[in-house]
């Protein structure tokens, strides 16, 4: 019991703050699209996560967010402190519209806005790639509209041009 004891006294100390965010399934293109293409869906809710926090960039936030780089580390300390910082972050997807973000660090306050740092870069990430999506559908439909559009229009001169050249063929006579 007084090893148990010693060893819990001189343990290091790690603080874990984790969070959940509900990934909603919803798309707003969805309904217009019902029955005429397919909408895209993202089944991997937790290989997108990590994609989007493991991203160079947003480590290199999470190292000045962090306070590591007041030290002025080289690139290969960088490299190594971004590694660890991979390392000490989990993310997992426990149900299909959940993701759970846990980092885990000695300092406390640190720990903290890391993760809710993490969870609001893949928040505004997710957000941006849905506002891209909905953009390009919207542009394709607009595509498909104006093409569909020229096509009547075309093919309304058509039968104006015809119904001029043959008078017998408008609606309403009764030629045999």
Do not use: C
């Amino acid at each position: 019991a007084m090893i148990a004891l010693a060893a819990g006294i001189f343990w290091p100390r790690t603080y874990v703050a984790s969070t959940s965010i509900l990934a909603s399934s919803s798309d707003i293109i969805q309904p217009l699209l019902e029955g005429r293409a397919v909408a895209t869906e993202v089944t991997d809710r937790a290989g997108m996560a990590r994609q989007v926090i493991f991203n160079r960039k947003i480590l290199e936030v999470a190292l000045e967010h962090g306070g590591w780089l007041a030290e002025k580390p080289s690139a290969v300390m960088r490299d190594r402190l971004m590694e660890q910082i991979r390392d000490r972050t989990t993310i997992v997807s426990p149900r299909p519209d959940l993701i759970q973000i846990t980092y885990r660090d000695a300092d406390p306050q640190r720990t903290f806005e890391l993760t809710q740092l993490f969870a609001t870069k893949f928040i505004e990430e997710s957000k941006a790639t849905k506002e891209r999506e909905s953009r390009e559908a919207f542009e394709f439909i607009e595509g498909q509209v104006q093409d569909y559009h020229s096509k009547l229009t075309e093919a309304e001169d058509g039968l104006l041009k015809y119904r001029s050249e043959h008078a017998d063929a408008q609606p309403g006579s009764a030629i045999d």
